[in-house]
């Protein structure tokens, strides 16, 4: 979900285990319960891959994504107090922060990123949509691998302030808009890189 491996890379199963400190049988099953979810595919001799999505999966991805981030975003209007804007707030701080720093780590950024968002989904108070939106963000988690390099990063979380802010005045419609042009933002730039073709995995 927050882009630590990108479309085309092999989940190789001794590496995983190894990373976990787990056997094989949970990393397999695992696997193969996000192979169902859409998150990877099946590839040759019976391994396991991030897809590398066709331009319409992405596009079709992107107005799903929309749909219903934007409708979660209407209803934690009608849910979130004081003290959850002011959480919203802070994780956008530090977003800024790290966009201002010198070494920028974009690692840290999108796991803020993604701890952002589903800070802001679960103010829905609607468990089936936040689950669906998880599926979702693991389908298209991979694509923000491509935003990693130079610094298109550094200027990806500007409507987050306008969704705190909408928030506290009690505009879900316009929290809900403002949500909706961050996602077609980063998905305008994502497309601009795949114009150049899928950089080779490093």
Same mark, same amino acid.
């Given at each position: 979900?927050?882009?630590?491996? !990108?479309?085309? !890379?092999?989940?190789?199963?001794?590496?995983?285990?190894?990373?976990? =400190?787990?056997?094989?049988?949970?990393?397999?099953?695992? #696997? &193969?319960?996000?192979?169902?979810?859409?998150?990877?595919?099946?590839?040759?001799?019976?391994?396991?891959?991030?897809?590398?999505?066709?331009?319409?999966? $992405?596009?079709?991805?992107?107005?799903?994504?929309?749909?219903?981030?934007? !409708?979660?975003?209407?209803?934690?209007? &009608?849910?979130?107090?004081?003290?959850?804007?002011?959480?919203?707030?802070? /994780?956008?701080?530090? /977003?800024?922060?790290?966009?201002?720093?010198?070494? +920028?780590?974009?690692?840290? @950024?999108?796991? $803020? &990123?993604?701890? +952002?968002?589903?800070?802001? @989904?679960? #103010?829905?108070?609607?468990?089936?949509? *936040?689950?669906?939106?998880?599926?979702?963000? *693991?389908?298209? =988690?991979?694509? #923000?691998? *491509? /935003?990693?390099?130079?610094?298109? #990063? !550094?200027? =990806?979380?500007?409507?987050?302030?306008?969704?705190?802010?909408?928030?506290?005045?009690?505009?879900?419609?316009?929290?809900?808009?403002? /949500?909706?042009?961050?996602?077609?933002?980063? @998905?305008?730039?994502?497309?601009?890189?795949?114009?150049? =073709?899928?950089?080779?995995?490093?």
């Amino acid at each position: 979900m927050a882009g630590e491996f !990108q479309p085309g !890379q092999p989940m190789r199963l001794e590496e995983l285990a190894s990373v976990f =400190g787990t056997s094989h049988m949970p990393i397999r099953e695992a #696997l &193969n319960r996000l192979v169902v979810a859409g998150a990877l595919e099946q590839a040759p001799r019976r391994s396991v891959r991030i897809p590398r999505l066709t331009d319409k999966q $992405i596009h079709d991805l992107l107005a799903v994504r929309l749909v219903n981030e934007g !409708q979660a975003v209407e209803w934690a209007a &009608n849910h979130c107090t004081s003290a959850d804007i002011a959480k919203l707030a802070t /994780l956008n701080s530090k /977003l800024d922060e790290l966009e201002r720093s010198k070494e +920028f780590d974009a690692r840290a @950024y999108l796991k $803020i &990123n993604q701890s +952002f968002h589903f800070t802001l @989904y679960a #103010l829905s108070q609607n468990e089936i949509l *936040l689950k669906t939106i998880e599926i979702l963000w *693991l389908q298209s =988690g991979p694509l #923000l691998h *491509l /935003l990693t390099a130079g610094k298109t #990063l !550094q200027h =990806g979380h500007k409507h987050h302030s306008e969704v705190v802010a909408c928030l506290a005045a009690g505009d879900g419609e316009g929290a809900s808009g403002a /949500l909706k042009s961050d996602i077609r933002e980063a @998905y305008a730039t994502m497309l601009a890189t795949l114009e150049k =073709g899928w950089p080779e995995r490093t």
